[in-house]
């Protein structure tokens, strides 16, 4: 019997909303979520800045910020947290259900440090936010680098 292989499609975006809406019972836990992965983002950074401390550049004061803009109906959460590279974005914010945080976690475990408290392990909090949203922006650049996506 010759074995044949299978491409499965999916319609992104109702996927999006499937998942969303079966693992979150409240829209606002989109918010929880957003905070958690900023939280994570800034937990990673200390980390990292204890061996490369250039990478606070001078700012080791570790902040989650929330604007609320009722004209334009948006709410936005920033970070000065470790941020993302372009591999970062498209290898675990683009991939649902991969998390930069377990990676992370995993690759500290690996190389035998302790491991760190982080929160997101599980790579679907930030899709949370199209509980709430039709469309979401990131505007993100990695601790260290030079581009911002």
């Given at each position: ?112 440090e302790d491991k760190l ?18 469309k979401v922006e990131v505007l993100t650049r ?8």
């Amino acid at each position: 019997m010759a074995v044949e292989k299978f491409t499965f499609q999916a319609e992104v975006s109702k996927l999006l909303d499937i998942v969303a809406h079966s693992l979150y019972s409240h829209k606002e836990i989109f918010l929880r979520e957003l905070i958690s992965n900023a939280s994570d983002a800034c937990d990673r950074l200390r980390y990292e800045a204890l061996t490369e401390p250039k990478l606070t550049e001078g700012d080791a004061d570790f902040r989650i910020t929330l604007a609320i803009d009722k004209k334009a109906k948006t709410l936005t959460v920033s970070d000065n947290g470790i941020g993302m590279d372009h591999d970062d974005l498209t290898g675990a914010l683009g991939t649902i259900a991969r998390s930069g945080t377990q990676a992370f976690v995993d690759r500290l475990d690996g190389a035998g440090e302790d491991k760190l408290a982080m929160i997101g392990q599980f790579g679907v909090g930030f899709y949370s936010s199209f509980i709430v949203a039709k469309k979401v922006e990131v505007l993100t650049r990695k601790a260290g680098g030079k581009d911002a996506w």
